[in-house]
């Protein structure tokens, strides 16, 4: 299995502001993928991040509103941009483990925008 | 692209009784399922996988899936439930074959009563 640690847990933001969450793996990973979880609702796939080069995005989601970081193999930053209201969801960091097909998630990071 | 289907939104349950979650899938092949809990504020927990071979799979903390092609379903069971189950309940699938992006189903939020 894989620890992933994610920082921060939960925090409260004022609308306009950007917050970068922080992912670290126990282990060297190829890919890291951040997903989104709004309230009540399933998760939602905002990015691959692959180290070495640009995060990959999924349709709805681009890279000014989510700027994403991969500077190593077990490290990754998911931004939230100029936050609204809207954006207060919980994010979510997990890796894969290739054949496998298992993916491993973080706890999250709880965000709520004012 | 692959997707699950989950149609029972919330679900309520007596403790020691059986549990059965539905789950179906869209996809011709035979398609990497898998089954996630997500307990209250924590992160998501990998109950149990299928990728080929024996159709019913035993998981974590109890829980089984059978794999039932003719009906293109995947449901979650178990036997006897306790209070500690109560949490929300998601099936994925690959959202294309090769690569490991999950999509999830909408959930099922899993009520226990004493």
């Known amino acids: 299995s894989a620890v992933i640690s994610q920082k921060p847990s939960r925090d409260i933001c004022q609308r306009g502001t950007s917050l970068t969450i922080q992912c670290q793996v126990d282990?060297?990973?190829?890919?890291m993928f951040w997903y989104r979880q709004q309230p009540g609702q399933s998760l939602t796939l905002i990015a691959t991040?692959?180290?070495?080069?640009?995060?990959?995005?999924e349709s709805g989601f681009v890279i000014d509103k989510f700027p994403i970081s991969r500077p190593n193999l077990t490290f990754s930053t998911l931004t939230v941009s100029n936050m609204s209201p809207e954006d207060s969801s919980i994010y979510l960091c997990?890796?894969?483990?290739?054949?496998?097909?298992?993916?491993?998630f973080g706890e999250g990071s709880r965000l709520t925008v004012l | 692209a692959q997707s699950v289907t989950q149609p029972d939104i919330h679900i309520t349950v007596s403790e020691g009784a059986s549990l059965e979650l539905r789950c179906n899938y869209s996809?011709?092949?035979?398609?990497?399922l898998f089954w996630y809990v997500q307990s209250p504020g924590q992160g998501l927990q990998l109950l149990l996988k299928?990728?080929?071979?024996?159709?019913l799979v035993q998981g974590i903390k109890g829980f089984e899936a059978e794999f039932k092609r003719s009906q293109s379903s995947f449901n979650l069971r178990k036997p006897s439930v306790h209070w500690s189950d109560a949490a929300e309940y998601f099936c994925?699938?690959?959202?294309?074959?090769?690569?490991?992006?999950?999509?999830f189903g909408t959930g099922t939020r899993l009520t226990i009563i004493p």
């Open positions: 997990s890796v894969g483990r290739g054949a496998t097909g298992e993916l491993f």
């Open positions: 282990s060297q990973v190829t890919m």
């Open positions: 991040a692959n180290q070495g080069s640009e995060a990959t995005y």
């Open positions: 996809y011709g092949a035979t398609p990497y």
């Open positions: 299928y990728f080929s071979g024996d159709t």
């Open positions: 994925a699938t690959f959202t294309n074959f090769g690569n490991e992006k999950l999509t």
